[in-house]
């Protein structure tokens, strides 16, 4: 039986403290065993990663010490890691801008306007989400070698973009939709042009979800491993994840080295959602309840 939430501010607070009571009887371990067994699965792949990453090399303990930097050392200065991270972190944040500032304008159409064939562009843009990005590999090859971007940070940032803005634009028209019309009419009447009334009254309140955009859009480009590998041809212009590729031979493979890589790999992103949680969950709840 579905209780609304009219019926349970009808029931009055002995009723909500009942359900509160019969909450707290739920044994503990029903809670902390799946926790727990969640936290194994995802933890320890992590600590096995590290492990390697700090242990000296031909080491097998399980616990890393004495620790070392030897690995972090080889893949930054003689694999040119310093370069690819620099590469990524261009290429990410040109997506981020550019994917954001594009979804914004196209959002904002599909929020506020009406035109023909409206539902059928908006079928097609989460349509094209179930194409992969290998089929598009052919045309935008051929694309950007009649304009002369192989081996151009710019043809990865742009395919990159265009893989991002459908479902960028679609997110962004939803939170769009969830700021009240009525804002924008009244700061029409007190003078405000259509772009004014965009930029002071509805953009402040899209922060939460153009952070959501924008960082899913950095994090992909950071981690995508075909477009960079199709498109950049020279060591100097390749990404992390095809540097992470290099370090893994035909015959062997260095375990230390591949474990650093991927730490120095990981490490961005992490810091990226470690200061953006706050503004990612309200930005989902944003999109999720009718404003």
Not at 98 to 107: I, K
Not at 176 to 193: F, M, Q
Not at 243 to 260: E, H
Request: charged share 15%; net charge positive.
């Amino acid at each position: 039986m579905e209780v609304r939430a009219d019926d349970d501010a009808a029931a009055g607070p002995g009723a909500r403290r009942k359900r509160r009571r019969a909450w707290d009887e739920v044994p503990r371990w029903q809670i902390y065993l799946p926790l727990g067994v969640y936290l194994l699965f995802t933890l320890v792949p992590f600590y096995w990663i590290l492990l390697f990453a700090v242990r000296p090399a031909g080491s097998t303990s399980l616990v890393p010490w004495p620790m070392t930097g030897e690995h972090f050392a080889k893949v930054w200065s003689e694999r040119g890691f310093a370069t690819y991270f620099q590469n990524s972190l261009l290429i990410g944040l040109a997506t981020l801008v550019t994917t954001t500032v594009v979804a914004l304008a196209g959002g904002y159409a599909l929020a506020r306007f009406e035109f023909r064939f409206k539902k059928g562009f908006m079928l097609a843009l989460l349509c094209s989400q179930f194409v992969p990005g290998a089929l598009l590999l052919v045309p935008l090859f051929q694309i950007f070698a009649g304009l002369r971007m192989i081996n151009s940070l710019g043809s990865v940032i742009i395919a990159e973009t265009v893989f991002q803005l459908p479902l960028s634009m679609i997110l962004i028209s939803g939170f769009i939709r969830n700021v009240p019309y009525s804002l924008e009419e009244a700061a029409w009447v007190d003078g405000c042009n259509r772009f004014a009334a965009f930029r002071i009254v509805v953009l402040p309140l899209l922060r939460p979800g153009l952070v959501a955009v924008g960082s899913f859009a950095f994090v992909h480009a950071w981690n995508h491993f075909l477009f960079a590998l199709m498109f950049l041809n020279s060591q100097e212009k390749q990404t992390i994840p095809v540097g992470l590729n290099t370090l893994m031979g035909a015959d062997s493979v260095d375990l230390g080295a591949l474990a650093a890589g991927g730490v120095i790999a990981a490490v961005p992103v992490v810091i990226v959602f470690a200061f953006i949680q706050k503004w990612l969950v309200t930005g989902f709840s944003a999109g999720a309840v009718k404003g």
